[in-house]
């Protein structure tokens, strides 16, 4: 398991997802130039989610996005695992909440999705009281 800490978890993203620094440094330019970082809640759910529903929703996967989604859901769970209650909430409220809100979506994360992280979903989901998506995720 990685020692992830949440004040360096964007950059780990980043390490992990080198896909999504394009995007990042957009948004740190437009946005959050005088703060120097976009905060985890904002970078994940404003850069990783769009990407990973594009992912997600995709008919034909090649086999580089099929690895990509491996390394993606790794590193989630890899959050989810974690000691840090702020970065297991990243995974939790902002990315397995933005998954569940399409149901077509849910059903193809589950074939990368650990069970941590499957947890953390069905947490958000139990909150949310989208009982579809609980049934989904048994």
């Known amino acids: 398991m990685m020692n992830l800490i949440y004040k360096n978890i964007v950059q780990e993203m980043l390490k992990i997802i080198p ?12 946005l959050w130039i005088k703060e120097g970082e ?6 994940f759910g404003n850069i990783l989610n769009p990407f990973l529903m594009n992912q997600l929703q995709k008919q ?16 989630l769970e890899n ?11 990243v995974v939790c409220v902002t990315v397995m909440a933005r998954i569940g809100d399409d149901i077509n979506v849910l059903k193809n994360a589950l074939k990368y999705v650990g069970n941590e992280t ?10 949310y009281g989208r009982k579809v998506n609980l049934n989904i995720l048994q």
Request: aromatic share 8%; charged share 30%; net charge negative.
């Open 19 to 30: 896909q999504l620094l394009p995007f990042y440094e957009k948004e740190l330019e437009d």
């Open 38 to 43: 976009i905060p985890p809640h904002v970078a």
């Open 60 to 75: 034909q996967l090649t086999i580089e996005d099929e690895q990509l989604l491996v390394r993606i859901f790794i590193f």
């Open 79 to 89: 959050m989810a695992l974690s000691n840090d209650v702020e970065i297991r909430n």
């Open 118 to 127: 499957r947890r953390l979903s069905r947490e958000v989901e139990t909150l």
